[in-house]
């Protein structure tokens, strides 16, 4: 049997993808590869929807996140960093240690920022310089209402960061017509290649940003990266095979159409929620604002979730993933970007049927007629 990774990445990948990886190594200083980033940068500028430059950096997705405040902002400044879960926690630390003065706005586990509410800390707090959000957080499988936060955002003419690590390339996120400044992503999550390269776009209040910022950055220079993208190149050595891995991911993405892909996505997601409500378990989020790329499940009482996910994992080849920091042993996820099929979906649910009671789970009806 097959291994159904429904982790909210590193995320399955295509065999045509894999096999690309396996490509001999070239001079990552040479016209072949020359040819490979340029393409491969205009088709992410494409699927970001933007005109803006991007980046590609060799990194995981928190390189990009750290490329985006280095990038952008000077020790002292004031920023609002909205959070409402882990990853939005990661962005505060990091911009914490690079010396930002760090106005926090915090939402409940489970819950989205809502527009209102920025907009009102943005009232208390009009000298912050950025606004730090996390698209979708997957912490808590919740996705921010981000059209309409940028909208506030663009009111008080503040300079955007988005974490949208999850979310770009899966679900709507446009980047030029909702005006986000620097826009970060990963390639294990809905892009289908394996880990190691991260994505960052800047606008060009960005690049204004940018020549004011006095942080000391060397690896994650943007302006290195742009100096060398003009020659074809990126400052240090790239990671050449996630680079033909993306290559042929990016070709079946545009072959089936972004807002097909999108589509397929919510309905995957939609599948996925009504199967855990009908084996009568419970979403851990708000469904008003439940991510379409992942999926997080509250951990009944008696469930122990650890137990849980080995057995998926030992009897069915079926591998969730569990609850971060403070939510370790309250919910577990299950993903469902990149490459997923309703079969993978199916197979989950099923495996999460045949298991849960060996787990310490009882139907409510069920624990009724016992009680
Ligand atoms: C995966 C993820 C990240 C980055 O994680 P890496 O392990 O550094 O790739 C950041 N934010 C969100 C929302 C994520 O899902």
């Not at 995981?60 to 020790?75: D, H, I, Q, Y």
């Not at 800390?121 to 606004?131: E, I």
């Not at 950055?217 to 003009?230: G, H, N, P, S, T």
């Not at 979730?305 to 920091?325: D, P």
Request: proline residues 5%; charged residues 20%.
């Amino acid at each position: 049997m097959a291994l159904n990774l429904r982790i909210p990445g590193p995320t399955p990948c295509p065999q045509e993808v894999l096999e690309a990886s396996a490509r001999p190594m070239i001079d990552h200083r040479g016209p072949e590869f020359r040819e490979i980033l340029l393409r491969v940068t205009s088709k992410l500028q494409e699927l970001y929807q933007t005109k803006n430059d991007l980046f590609i950096l060799t990194a995981s997705g928190t390189g990009a996140m750290e490329a985006a405040v280095v990038n952008t902002l000077s020790p002292g400044d004031k920023v609002l960093a909205s959070t409402i879960g882990e990853f939005g926690d990661r962005f505060i630390q990091i911009a914490k240690t690079y010396g930002a003065q760090v106005e926090v706005l915090r939402t409940p586990l489970g819950k989205a920022l809502d527009p209102d509410t920025l907009r009102k800390a943005l009232q208390a707090h009009p000298d912050v310089k950025a606004v730090l959000i996390t698209h979708n957080e997957t912490s808590t499988g919740v996705t921010n209402p981000l059209e309409g936060l940028a909208k506030v955002v663009r009111e008080f003419d503040k300079l955007l960061l988005v974490d949208a690590i999850s979310s770009i390339g899966s679900i709507p996120c446009r980047v030029d017509a909702w005006g986000l400044d620097v826009v970060t992503s990963g390639s294990q999550k809905g892009w289908m290649a394996p880990p190691g390269l991260s994505m960052v776009s800047m606008s060009a209040r960005a690049w204004q940003a940018q020549a004011q910022a006095k942080t000391p950055r060397v690896y994650f220079d943007l302006a290195a990266a742009k100096r060398y993208l003009e020659r074809g190149q990126t400052p240090w050595t790239p990671a050449v095979s996630v680079f033909y891995a993306m290559d042929v991911a990016l070709d079946r993405i545009r072959k089936e159409g972004q807002e097909n892909l999108f589509r397929r996505q919510a309905r995957l997601a939609q599948m996925c929620r009504d199967g855990v409500k009908e084996l009568g378990l419970s979403l851990f989020p708000d469904e008003a604002v439940a991510s379409n790329t992942v999926t997080a499940v509250a951990v009944p009482e008696g469930v122990d979730v650890e137990r849980l996910r080995q057995l998926l994992a030992k009897e069915h080849q079926v591998v969730v993933a569990g609850g971060q920091g403070s939510l370790a042993g309250k919910l577990f996820r299950i993903g469902h970007l990149g490459y997923c099929t309703e079969e993978d979906i199916r197979g989950c649910l099923a495996a999460l049927k045949a298991t849960l009671p060996r787990a310490g789970f009882q139907a409510v009806g069920a624990a009724r007629r016992s009680g």
